[in-house]
């Protein structure tokens, strides 16, 4: 039989070195020869995506110059010693943590020299452990937000049970209260379970053709008499072409959940604007939202798919509290309230601004909040324009 080393293993190979030079995963093959010897450990190959990942200058080395996490090494020893499979999981500080599921198997076909090898993978499964911990803080926070309002259903039971069952002023006052408490409980059950309609169908692109103007009209026209209760003007207003490609729904209720927050916030004698502009690139939608041409903190939550095109953009501005620089990245984390709107009549279910950042997702689009603390809150939304209809299309539409 021919011997093989480390070496003219990874030398050789043709197309299977190929292979592994193109994977898009990080492998190494990785030699040792006695289990006492660490430093003896080497890796005779690593792949371009192994090299970048562990930033090795070169296809060969001392492993411990490319690994030190201890529970890698003794997957490694297993895997090589004991010729049998070993997993790690190694998780990667940094500006970006990454978490890396690494899997080491013996390599018993090749090789009758001194050294045993191994087949070093590393698996990327930062998303997945991320939206793990996601769903675990989701049911954390969900479990919270409705407890609060079922314990003070409880409580007030309790009392209208007890001392003040025969208190006709006190029932009024409680039972008024526990309405409230009711009707809070209804409206995030609601609020959750459109965000998990709406999570089921984001990978799948909306089809059809959407008026933003008019979607944007008829959520103003429906929010006037909340506006007239509270004292404050809602003006709406329209400039260029205006058809996306979406779904009509899903615009109305991402419209109408601006436009709430923004009359929830608004001061009684101030005023509400509503702006649909079109034909503008990506750069012209995110500035479409500037006060006046005033200087105010902007943070992008989210980024359009493609910016080589034409937007729509849906523009909510409001003149209340604004909120600090510190705050608008987590704007549309679930369940995140800026401090001051926790509780009080502004307090919502902390799901619209999460619901909306979903919707412009699906529609392929981008999300924009400028905000300062006293001087307002714009947020635009902006969506890739339709193609124009040709005559045959429209006539057939028609």
Request: contains cysteine.
């Amino acid at each position: 039989m021919t011997s093989r080393t480390p070496s003219t293993v990874a030398e050789g190979g043709g197309p299977f070195r190929a292979m592994l030079e193109t994977l898009p995963d990080p492998v190494m093959l990785v030699a040792g020869a006695r289990p006492e010897d660490l430093a003896g450990r080497r890796f005779a190959f690593a792949n371009p995506a192994a090299r970048d990942l562990l930033r090795l200058p070169g296809a060969e080395g001392r492993l411990l110059s490319a690994v030190r996490h201890p529970a890698v090494l003794e997957a490694v020893d297993e895997a090589l010693f004991e010729r049998r499979e070993a997993t790690a999981i190694w998780e990667q500080g940094g500006p970006r943590d990454r978490c890396w599921r690494v899997t080491a198997r013996p390599l018993d076909d090749i090789g009758d020299g001194p050294e045993r090898l191994a087949l070093v993978a590393f698996s990327d499964q930062t998303d997945a452990r991320r939206n793990e911990r996601m769903r675990a803080d989701f049911l954390a926070n969900a479990s919270h937000e409705l407890r609060t309002p079922l314990a003070s259903l409880s409580g007030f039971i309790e009392t209208l049970r007890g001392h003040a069952r025969d208190d006709e002023a006190a029932r009024e006052r409680f039972l008024s209260v526990m309405q409230a408490q009711a009707d809070r409980m209804a409206r995030l059950i609601d609020d959750l379970l459109s965000l998990s309609r709406i999570e089921l169908n984001e990978h799948i692109p909306p089809l059809d053709r959407v008026d933003l103007a008019l979607a944007a009209a008829e959520v103003a026209e429906a929010l006037q008499p909340l506006a007239k209760e509270r004292d404050v003007a809602l003006d709406m207003t329209t400039d260029g072409r205006s058809v996306i490609v979406g779904d009509r729904d899903q615009i109305i209720q991402l419209a109408q959940n601006l436009v709430a927050n923004a009359l929830k916030y608004a001061p009684p004698g101030s005023a509400v604007r509503v702006r649909v502009q079109g034909g503008m690139d990506a750069a012209a939608a995110e500035a479409s939202g500037a006060n006046g041409g005033e200087a105010r903190a902007r943070h992008a939550l989210v980024a359009p798919d493609a910016r080589g095109q034409t937007f729509v953009a849906l523009t909510v501005s409001d003149e209340g509290p604004g909120l600090a620089r510190e705050h608008l990245p987590r704007l549309s984390e679930r369940f995140y309230r800026a401090p001051g709107q926790k509780s009080g009549v502004n307090a919502g279910t902390g799901l619209g601004l999460a619901i909306v950042k979903h919707l412009v997702n699906r529609h392929q689009g981008g999300l924009i909040v400028e905000s300062e603390l006293d001087r307002g809150a714009t947020f635009v939304a902006y969506f890739p324009a339709a193609p124009a209809m040709t005559p045959r299309a429209a006539s057939a539409g028609g």
